[in-house]
């Protein structure tokens, strides 16, 4: 609950922002950038949304902010909690009426995942995505002979690894099993 | 009849057969035969659910072009009857045993793989990307079910025989895909939608291989059960109705 007095201030927070932008006084892009990599994936929370590379284009137009956010999976329901993460730090970016608009092509990808988020993967448990690109095609192609990338077990490193389940905990993910080590991993898989 | 109309029907058959068939997929939650299968078609049920509510909303959006203004995703879902219905026969049979449930599955995922990477050449640009996104989930759905018919076809003499029965009983559904009719000739002809027979060749090629592979004899052709994309339905779609609409029957609007 919040005070009148603080809804005071706070609407007044939000005028004089509104104010600084109509001043011409816009956030920069590195700034909003930078809040955006705040966002974390609600499922894989060491992970932001720009790192997921789910952000795909952030923009001062003549009306506002526009960021323009890709859904990962069509079903995916981190979805909206994703948009909320987004919005709520932009606002606290100072920028309360940017559009967040949702774009579905080109579809999103897991090669757009960042370099730099693929150990952070590995540290929390899920083995990286292979590369989406040399996914063999598998219309007429007997799906069982077909031999599948290997996948490096996130804990102990090793490639005898074995497929549970064509899905985990997740839509993104599969669940694979260490052959060395014995346990059970999460595998991103690569879309 | 102009485009648009044509095009509402057309939108509203992939999302209703998302939608039916994610429904169906549903049933199985807590039921599964193990853990892993119970998350795996609920997964595929859940990126279903996600395609049909892309096409709901452009159907929402075609019917404003039309009539000015357009229904919403809840309201094409949940406030329509059977017969207003366009999915698939296939997609609304009964669960069944997992045999039943993999070989509707797999007849569906070659189907809509074949489709939705026609579609993703659309020259309609919306329908273009909402196929190209979904093209991506049901390789992956096609994958999965091929698997499991392999696994089961080339298993032990009971899941080889269930499976083959599941096939046998499921077949007639099939043809239905490649039946186009005046709308979809229409559409093809404007470059929006594939010919529906086109589609026949490589989905014979993809599950042939594949039930080869499963030890599995193809049916022999024989009647093909029509009428889904029309609206005309077997019995099992009003129950499946009366499970899914209840809610929002009973109290409409209801929000949480």
């Known amino acids: ?191 | 009849m102009s485009l648009d109309t044509h095009l509402l029907e057309y939108v509203l058959r992939l999302a209703d057969s998302d939608l039916v068939l994610a429904q169906r997929l549903g049933e199985w939650v807590g039921k599964g035969p193990v853990i892993e299968e119970d998350i795996a078609l609920t997964n595929v049920g859940l990126d279903l659910i996600g395609q049909a509510r892309m096409w709901f909303n452009y159907a929402g959006e075609v019917e404003a072009r039309i009539k000015g203004t357009g229904r919403d995703e809840d309201q094409f879902a949940f406030r329509r009857d059977a017969h207003e219905f366009r999915n698939l026969l296939l997609v609304e049979q009964p669960n069944g045993s997992y045999a039943d449930t993999l070989a509707r599955q797999f007849l569906f995922d070659h189907w809509h793989l074949l489709a939705l990477r026609a579609l993703a050449r659309s020259k309609d640009a919306r329908v273009a990307e909402i196929a190209a996104k979904g093209a991506k989930e049901a390789a992956y759905h096609a994958e999965r079910s091929s698997d499991w018919v392999i696994r089961l076809g080339d298993g032990t003499d009971e899941s080889h025989r269930r499976m083959q029965a599941a096939i046998d009983e499921l077949w007639r559904y099939a043809g239905e895909m490649f039946v186009p009719d005046a709308a979809e000739t229409e559409l093809a002809a404007a470059g929006i939608v594939p010919d529906a027979r086109a589609l026949q060749a490589p989905w014979d090629a993809a599950v042939d291989a594949v039930l080869a592979e499963a030890t599995l004899v193809r049916p022999p052709a024989g009647y093909v059960q029509k009428g889904g994309k029309q609206g005309r339905h077997t019995e099992h779609l009003g129950h499946l109705l009366a499970e899914m609409q209840f809610l929002q029957r009973a109290y409409p609007d209801a929000r949480w």
């Not at chain 1, 005898?160 to 599969?174: D, H, I, N, R, V």
């Open chain 1, 1 to 191: 609950m919040t005070t009148p007095e603080q809804d005071a201030v706070a609407a007044i927070t939000v005028e004089a922002d509104r104010a600084a932008e109509r001043g011409g006084t816009r956030v920069s892009l590195d700034a909003i950038w930078d809040a955006l990599s705040t966002v974390p994936d609600p499922e894989i929370p060491v992970v932001s949304v720009v790192e997921l590379g789910i952000v795909r284009a952030v923009e001062w137009t003549a009306t506002g902010l526009e960021v323009r956010v890709t859904p990962t999976y069509s079903g995916c329901p981190a979805t909206e909690l994703i948009m909320d993460g987004i919005r709520e730090a932009l606002a606290e970016a100072g920028i309360v009426d940017a559009r967040v608009t949702t774009v579905l092509s080109p579809a999103w990808t897991t090669d757009w995942i960042a370099p730099e988020a693929r150990p952070k993967l590995a540290a929390f448990g899920i083995a990286p995505p292979g590369q989406a690109a040399s996914r063999v095609e598998v219309t007429g192609i007997s799906p069982l002979r077909r031999s599948r990338e290997p996948v490096a077990c996130p804990r102990c490193g090793s490639t005898e690894t074995a497929l549970l389940a064509q899905f985990g905990s997740t839509a993104c993910k599969a669940l694979y099993r260490c052959e060395s080590c014995r346990e059970p991993f999460d595998y991103f898989k690569p879309h």
